[in-house]
Nanobody, 126 residues
Framework: QVQLVESGGGLVQAGGSLRLSCTAS????????MAWFRQAPQKERGFVAS????????YYANSVKGRFTISRDNAKNALYLQMNSLKPEDTAVYYC???????????????????WGQGTPVTVSS
């Protein structure tokens, strides 16, 4: 069993930056695909970015490509999301996810992920 805890959310002005962190406990995550999703008010949860088990490849939603960077530190059992040039439409609760199957692919569907954090809110003011 894996527990995921996100942190780093907050209030930021448009054009600013935030760095989200996700810390995993329960077992090592060095064989798992990990991802970030987000859910804005009155909207469905949507894919943001995913990263290969060894960090060698990444995949982004078009809406964040070039502004957000996903990374991981397997030695620290941690996942990160660096968010730059933030826009008001980036306002959402951001969730960390882990697929739970060793050496998977860069999935972008919620159903591909078995473990979820509780989310951290990000608010971007205009």
């Amino acid at each position: 069993q894996v527990q995921l805890v996100e942190s780093g959310g907050g209030l930021v002005q448009a054009g600013g930056s935030l760095r989200l962190s996700c810390t995993a406990s329960g077992r090592a995550i060095n064989r798992d695909i990990m991802a970030w999703f987000r859910q804005a008010p009155q909207k469905e949860r949507g894919f943001v970015a995913s990263i290969l088990w060894n960090g060698a490849d990444t995949y982004y939603a078009n809406s964040v490509k070039g502004r957000f960077t996903i990374s991981r530190d397997n030695a620290k059992n941690a996942l990160y999301l660096q968010m730059n040039s933030l826009k008001p439409e980036d306002t959402a609760v951001y969730y960390c996810a882990l697929d739970g199957v060793a050496y998977g692919d860069l999935y972008n569907r919620m159903t591909d992920y078995d473990y979820w954090g509780q989310g951290t809110p990000v608010t971007v003011s205009s």
